[in-house]
């Protein structure tokens, strides 16, 4: 009897446990850390609970003014960073059914370990949030688990997957080499051409391989919203201004036939969707207020969690018409912290005669915080002045020209004959200082401001553009060299046996109207000078102690 007593009574703790877990149904995200929110939804939609997240501290009362008082929440909280302290007393005094909160480090590596029947997995980068959001559709009805990897937590999600059977391994976008390496065990597929918009058609067709509708979710990437985790819709980016082509093309060719844009800021690429491609285009744009005060229901804002995200200046620095050569020259400044491309289209208007447009058959690289200077031949002037209408597209791949820079401004006009010429010598990559290094040689009489881009480096197999940041002078008569840092394997380096060089150069640091192009051998520095000095150093410093240990031990045997 003792013993069934005591069974009876396990029995009862273990159903009560079961009942206590199965009766939470809501999940709420208290951190400010994005991936801890990222992750703390996606738990949420694979266990089929109810789920939200907070933005600030002022919002922990006001989402609760949204739920219903009998639900029971599990509170996902940041141990370093959490908006409210002790958030499971708040909700607990509001009136909940029940509140636990669970305190963590790493959600993303934590929260896993309650989903032990995962075998499926994504793998994205940390250091940009588009491609998390890109995949959480497909991780959904894919039923995977999506991890945000770099060089340093590799080693612990390598060991959660080997605790695993993995049946799928799916590696997205950027990702630092060191996980490359240590995933390829896995066998894992992998989608990552360069540009974020051209794998995200790719991750939308595997969906659609899986879950085929005829609605997708539109967005820019730089936020969280709860519908966009849901995977009930696949998402696609648009642009924030401008809808690039490779998506466009993509709508107009597919069988959606309605997109749900989340997010007021991207009304107007709504329109261009909608004319572009004749599907239907809904806005989601506000929500029901959860508190209101007046008679009439009020809506607020979504609740949104930004993302980081490349930061995709561009500016007009200047616009000059040269007498002396009959050329428009026009001066981009970037503000960006990353690459970036542009592609203008000019209309020049003198006296009273608007001239035929011109602009740029491709897009142009300009390197983070630098000026790159445009030239068009052969612009006649009537009047005394000059005006001219600037419509720029731009953005961090040549194919997803997303933003727009459009301004009308009078021209300064100038009468200057660039006197500079130089000559590229050749170009070397230093294995030890990781960075690639252009000698440039001054051939005349005046200083000359340099600025050098090496196009198509294949990097990881991916063809890439790199530039210095920021122009060099090289005085008259002499030779410098122009560093691009850039870590390049040994497998990299033998796939740039020759490299593009381009040199942009003049008299005027921020108008190198001036260009000079090549094609040259890379040769590789796997040791510096300096180190072979410093081993040269100590060989000879090691000769003297050996002589002048000799010495004294000869001294010694004599003296004995």
């Known amino acids: 009897m003792i013993k069934k007593g005591i069974w009876l009574l396990l ?25 801890d929110v990222y992750s703390v ?111 340093i937590n590799v080693d612990e999600i390598d060991v959660i997957l080997e605790g695993r059977n993995v049946d799928e391994l799916l590696i997205y976008g950027f990702v630092d080499r060191e996980v ?29 391989e899986i879950r085929p509708v005829d609605q997708t979710l539109l967005t820019n990437g730089e936020f969280i919203e709860n519908e966009l985790m849901t995977g009930m819709n696949p998402v696609l980016f648009t642009g924030k201004e401008n809808v690039p082509d490779k998506i466009s093309n993509y709508l107009e060719s597919s069988d959606f036939e309605v997109g749900v844009l989340v997010g007021s800021d991207l009304v107007g690429a709504a329109t261009n969707i909608r004319r572009s491609t004749g599907i239907s285009v809904i806005v989601k744009f506000a929500r029901g207020a959860r508190a209101p005060t007046g008679a009439i229901a009020a809506v607020e804002n979504l609740d949104l969690f930004y993302l980081p995200i490349p930061i995709v200046v561009l500016d ?22 990353v690459p970036i491309f542009f592609k203008g289209t000019i209309t020049p208007i003198s006296g ?12 142009i690289f300009i390197a983070p915080n630098d000026f790159k200077t445009v030239s068009y031949p052969d612009i006649q002037v009537t009047g005394d ?10 953005g961090d791949t040549p194919s997803s020209l997303e933003k727009i820079l459009e301004k009308t401004l009078d021209v300064e ?30 051939l005349g009489e005046i200083d000359c401001w340099t600025d050098v881009e090496l196009s198509n480096v294949l990097i990881d197999g991916i063809e890439t553009t790199l530039g210095s940041e920021g122009s060099v002078k090289i005085e008259a008569g002499k030779s410098g060299s122009i560093r691009i840092d850039q870590e390049m394997t040994d497998e990299d380096l033998e796939d740039n046996s020759f490299v593009d060089v381009t040199a942009y150069y003049g008299e005027r640091e921020d108008s190198l109207v001036k260009i000079m192009k090549g094609r040259f051998e890379l040769k ?22 050996f002589l002048l240990w000799r010495r004294r031990k000869k001294e010694e045997d004599e003296f004995k």
């Open 180 to 208: 490359k390496e240590t995933f390829d065990k896995y066998g894992p597929e992998i989608i990552d051409t360069g540009d974020r918009f051209k794998d995200n058609v790719q991750i939308v067709e595997k969906y659609l």
């Open 524 to 545: 590789i520095e796997r040791i510096t000078i300096m180190t072979i000095g410093l081993i040269i150093v100590i060989i000879i410093v090691l000769i003297l102690l």
């Open 385 to 394: 002045s000059l005006t001219i209408e600037v419509f720029t597209l731009f």
């Open 316 to 337: 007009l620095h200047s616009a000059k018409y040269n007498q002396a050569t009959s050329q428009l020259e026009l001066t981009y400044k970037s503000e960006s912290n």
């Open 413 to 442: 006009i100038v009468n200057i004959l660039d006197r500079c010429e130089i000559e590229i010598e050749g170009i070397k990559y230093s294995k030890p200082k990781e960075a690639f290094f252009v000698k440039i040689k001054n």
């Open 41 to 151: 939804l996606h738990y949420g939609t694979l266990e089929g609970l109810g789920k939200d997240f907070l933005v600030s501290t002022r919002h922990g009362p006001i989402l609760l003014h949204g739920l219903k008082k009998e639900k029971d929440v599990m509170i996902v909280s940041s141990r370093s960073r959490p908006f409210v302290f002790n958030y499971e007393d708040m909700v607990l005094n509001d009136g909940f059914a029940g509140a636990e909160e669970l305190i963590v480090d790493d959600a993303n590596l934590e929260l896993i370990e309650r989903l032990p029947e995962i075998n499926n997995f994504v793998i994205v980068g940390d250091t940009y949030g588009y491609n998390a959001m890109a995949v959480a559709p497909y991780a959904v009805v894919n039923n995977a688990w999506v991890f945000f990897a770099n060089r």
């Open 352 to 363: 009273t005669d608007e001239r035929t447009k011109i602009g740029d058959v491709d897009p």
């Open 11 to 35: 029995l009862v703790v273990v159903f009560s446990s079961v009942a206590l877990v199965s009766a939470q149904d809501h999940v709420i995200s208290n951190s400010e850390d994005w991936k």
